[in-house]
């Protein structure tokens, strides 16, 4: 059973990226401060799947070995086209420069259902609450 403490218990749980090797890469980036965004596919959010983020809400991100490791909230949410997606988001996401994003982005879409430069994403800015003693 994870470990976490009691406000946390029902949080969203979920772990950025597709392995646990970008698990972990993509967190430190939360963790230094230089991951305040993020975007998935907005095929991918089901009633039976993830859920979609609401603002306010707090969620527990997991390390690439299932620990929860920081608590993130929402605080804006918008759905853009992948061609849409500027300098600025790119920056948010601590993955930019934007041609770096599109090409590490257009890559994880392939892998993960397929890609389309119209494709709709779901993009979703937050803070860093806590750290979680792992």
């Known amino acids: 059973m994870i470990n976490l403490p009691e406000q946390y ?7 950025f990226g597709d392995t646990p090797e970008l698990a972990d890469q993509l967190l ?54 992948f061609d849409e997606i500027d300098d600025a988001f790119a920056e948010d996401e601590g993955e930019g420069p934007l041609s ?13 259902g397929g890609f389309s430069p119209d494709m709709e994403l779901l993009c979703e800015h937050f803070r860093l609450v806590e750290v979680l003693k792992r």
């Not at 218990?9 to 772990?15: G, N």
Request: with cysteine; charged share 25%.
């Open 9 to 15: 218990r029902d949080a969203v749980m979920f772990a």
């Open 28 to 81: 430190a980036l939360v963790l230094q401060g230089h991951k305040t965004a993020t975007c998935a596919a907005l095929t991918s959010f089901s009633d039976e799947g993830e859920p979609m983020p609401v603002v306010g809400r707090r969620d527990v991100v997991l390390d690439g070995q299932g620990r929860p490791a920081a608590v993130i909230e929402t605080i804006a949410v918008a759905v853009r086209r």
């Open 100 to 112: 770096e994003w599109r090409k590490g982005h257009e890559a994880y879409f392939r892998r993960n």
